[in-house]
T-cell receptor, first 112, second 112 residues
Framework: GENVEQHPSTLSVQEGDSAVIKCTYSDSASNYFPWYKQELGKGPQLIIDIRSNVGEKKDQRIAVTLNKTAKHFSLHITETQPEDSAVYFCAASFGGRRALTFGSGTRLQVQP | SQTIHQWPATLVQPVGSPLSLECTVEGTSNPNLYWYRQAAGRGLQLLFYSVGIGQISSEVPQNLSASRPQDRQFILSSKKLLLSDSGFYLC???????????FGQGTRLTVV
């Protein structure tokens, strides 16, 4: 069935360091991979996404990479800042399914 | 531009009482609509989704039901709440299963 695994569940980094969160998916037909950031008490918000015809996408300090062969994708945050502290979710689309499937989330804490 | 409204923001209800959470979307037509639940420190569990008026798909058997009386209105209900229904409920919309999902701000439900 559709499955998205996300690691690590918690991540603590020093301000200015990089953070990497990894996800794997089960369906080789998946073609859309968004990343969401959820701040405390709020709904998740899209921060970056990638489609299966692209291997990497960057937006300022964040980037996403996709390896279709291995069926995994990663979020990279460089020069982390305290305001990057939040829960991050990856997600994947699955063929014929009308909803995204989400990973279990990563709580990122950036220590000042 | 599109907006999604979800209310109330917080709710404390006694066990056995009914529930009605409402979500409306503005600025788009015929959206896919979703209800997710997020237990404390956990990921996003899809409860229901709808691709049109009166069309509801349930992802997990539970004490809850959903309805879509109008194109841009999605309601989550229960006749008798259980303690296990406590959680953070999120409404979302999208244009399809392989596109960005836009989330509301969530309702924190505590059943006492």
């Amino acid at each position: 069935g559709e499955n998205v695994e996300q690691h690590p569940s918690t991540l603590s980094v020093q301000e200015g360091d990089s953070a990497v969160i990894k996800c794997t998916y089960s369906d080789s037909a998946s073609n859309y991979f968004p990343w969401y950031k959820q701040e405390l008490g709020k709904g998740p918000q899209l921060i970056i996404d990638i489609r299966s015809n692209v291997g990497e996408k960057k937006d300022q300090r964040i980037a996403v990479t996709l390896n279709k062969t291995a069926k995994h994708f990663s979020l990279h945050i460089t020069e982390t800042q305290p305001e990057d502290s939040a829960v991050y979710f990856c997600a994947a689309s699955f063929g014929g399914r009308r909803a995204l499937t989400f990973g279990s989330g990563t709580r990122l804490q950036v220590q000042p | 531009s599109q907006t999604i409204h979800q209310w109330p923001a917080t709710l404390v209800q006694p066990v056995g009482s009914p529930l009605s959470l409402e979500c409306t979307v503005e600025g788009t037509s015929n959206p896919n609509l979703y209800w997710y639940r997020q237990a404390a420190g956990r990921g996003l569990q899809l409860l229901f989704y709808s691709v049109g008026i009166g069309q509801i798909s349930s992802e997990v058997p539970q004490n809850l039901s959903a309805s879509r009386p109008q194109d841009r209105q999605f309601i989550l209900s229960s006749k008798k709440l259980l303690l296990s229904d406590s959680g953070f409920y999120l409404c979302a919309w999208s244009r399809g299963g392989d596109t960005e999902a836009f989330f509301g701000q969530g309702t924190r439900l505590t059943v006492v």
